[in-house]
């Protein structure tokens, strides 16, 4: 079954620290990869995806994920935060379609706060 | 463009009661998705559908029951709420283009059952 692991609930930085956050999927087949943040009392908006090609993808707001397949890994990595980046993050997988509709399989993601 | 509504934002329920839950798109879209977020399990499928007058159970269905009349509305409806079901609501939609399509999801409606 396909299965997303954020190994780390919740994370702290110092703002204008470098930030990693990690994702690691299990699925038989290409992954699409996604990350998502939830800032508080907000839905979710997409950061960045992997669909295929370059395995470094740039996202919104600075953000950056690196897809390893050797490792099913999918990283997100900011070099230096800010403190409107205190948000949940979430990884996603795209697994196979479902009468043609996306079904998203989530990892239980990843609470982040900044220190000033 | 407002994108992905959800109403309403919050709700109390006392065990038994019964509710419905409305999320509107204005993106055309043809898929819409209601989840469930509770805290250390991320977001689960409850009910998707790929279409107007089409429902489909996704992981987590029990006790729940949605309807798409129109292409535009996604009803999610709990008829006999339960103390389980306190959690964060998110409708998504996206549209019909396979798995490159990007899920655009609503703001979220916090449910709780006392």
């Known amino acids: 079954a396909q299965s997303v692991t954020q190994p780390d609930i919740h994370i702290t930085v110092s703002e204008g620290a470098s930030l990693e956050l990690r994702c690691n999927y299990s699925?038989?087949?290409?992954?699409?990869l996604f990350w998502y943040v939830q800032s508080p009392g907000q839905g979710l908006q997409l950061l960045l995806k992997?669909?295929?090609?370059?395995?470094l993808v740039q996202g919104i707001k600075g953000f950056e994920a690196e897809f390893k397949r050797s490792q099913s890994s999918f990283n997100l990595r900011k070099p230096s935060v800010h403190w409107s980046d205190a948000a949940e993050y979430f990884c996603?997988?795209?697994?196979?379609?479902?009468?043609?509709?996306?079904?998203?399989?989530f990892g239980q993601g990843t609470r982040l706060t900044i220190n000033p | 463009n407002a994108g992905v509504t959800q109403t309403p934002k919050f709700r109390v329920l006392k065990t038994g009661q019964s509710m419905t839950l409305l999320c509107a798109q204005d993106?055309?879209?043809?898929?819409m998705y209601w989840y469930r977020q509770d805290p250390g399990m991320g977001l689960r499928l409850i009910h998707y559908?790929?279409?107007?007058?089409?429902?489909a159970k996704g992981e987590v269905p029990d006790g729940y029951n949605v309807s798409r009349l129109k292409k535009q509305n996604f009803l999610l409806g709990l008829e006999s709420a339960a103390p389980s079901q306190t959690s964060v609501y998110f409708c998504?939609?996206?549209?019909?283009?396979?798995?490159?399509?990007?899920?655009?999801f609503g703001q979220g409606t916090r449910l709780t059952v006392v």
């Open positions: 998504a939609s996206s549209y019909k283009g396979g798995r490159r399509t990007e899920a655009f």
């Open positions: 699925y038989g087949a290409t992954p699409y």
């Open positions: 992997y669909f295929s090609g370059d395995t």
């Open positions: 996603a997988v795209g697994p196979s379609l479902i009468q043609g509709a996306q079904k998203l399989v």
């Open positions: 993106m055309n879209h043809e898929y």
């Open positions: 559908s790929v279409g107007e007058g089409t429902t």
